[in-house]
C-alpha cells in the first residue's frame, strides 16, 4: 500500500512542475497584455500629452511636454506671435482665449498629421500646409473645427501666411528647442540685421601700380 502511495506521489512532481511552468506563463502573458494596452490607452488620442518616446525623445524630457505647456512657452519667447484667440466656443459660449493659433497649430502637427516635434523638417512641412503648399488641411479635422463655434482654419492659414520667412525659421527654431531641449543642434535664430549707414557696401577699387609691383 506504502508502495503505491510512493508510486502515485512520483507522479505528481512532474505534473505539478509543468503546472507551475503553466501559470508562469500564463501570468507573463497576462502581463505583458496588460503592458500593451497601457501603452495604448496613454497613446490615445487624450490630446493632454505626448508619446514622445515615439520621437526618440528621452523620458525625463518627455514626462515635462505637453501641448499646452509648449504653447504657452512659444508665446514666452515670441510674444508678437499672432494669438488667433477671438473664436466663441460651443460649450460655454464664452471666448475660448485658450486656444490659440498656436495651441492649434501644435495639436495639427501632431494629432492630425502625425509629425515629429523634434525635427525642423517636419515643422516646416507643416507651415508649408497652412502656405498652401505642401499638403492639403480638411476643415473637418483641423484642430478647433468641432469645439468653436467658427472653424479657425482661414483665419489662421491668414496669420500664418503673414509672417516673414525670418519669423517663420524663428518659430520653428523655438519649437524644436522646446520640444528637444538637449539637443546637439540648437541653433540661435540670428536676427534680421541691416547695414550699418557709415559701412560702405562698395567693393574696393584695385589700387593701381599693381603690375609694377608684380614686376
Avoid: C
Amino acid at each position: 500500500m506504502e508502495k503505491k502511495k510512493l508510486l502515485s506521489w512520483s507522479i505528481f512532481p512532474p505534473i505539478i512542475l509543468k503546472f507551475n511552468s503553466v501559470l508562469r506563463t500564463q501570468t507573463s502573458a497576462k502581463i505583458i497584455a496588460l503592458m500593451v494596452v497601457g501603452v495604448i490607452v496613454l497613446g490615445s488620442g487624450t490630446g493632454k500629452s505626448i508619446n514622445t518616446n515615439l520621437f526618440g525623445i528621452s523620458p525625463a524630457v518627455a514626462q515635462r511636454i505637453s501641448p499646452s505647456d509648449v504653447w504657452r512657452q512659444v508665446y514666452q519667447q515670441l510674444p508678437d506671435f499672432p494669438q488667433e484667440n477671438k473664436y466663441i466656443s460651443k460649450d460655454s459660449g464664452k471666448t475660448a482665449e485658450n486656444d490659440t493659433l498656436m495651441s492649434r497649430l501644435i495639436r495639427y502637427h501632431i494629432y492630425v498629421k502625425g509629425r515629429s516635434p523634434i525635427y525642423r523638417l517636419d515643422w516646416k512641412l507643416t507651415l508649408a500646409d497652412y502656405l498652401n503648399a505642401n499638403e492639403v488641411m480638411y476643415e473637418t479635422a483641423y484642430p478647433g473645427s468641432d469645439t468653436l463655434r467658427v472653424n479657425p482654419i482661414d483665419g489662421d492659414r491668414t496669420a500664418i501666411a503673414r509672417l516673414s520667412r525670418n519669423q517663420r525659421n524663428t518659430l520653428v527654431q523655438v519649437l524644436v528647442n522646446i520640444f528637444n531641449p538637449n539637443s546637439q543642434n540648437q541653433l540661435t535664430p540670428n536676427p534680421i540685421t541691416t547695414p550699418s549707414p557709415n559701412t560702405s557696401t562698395t567693393p574696393p577699387q584695385p589700387q593701381r601700380g599693381g603690375a609694377e609691383l608684380l614686376k
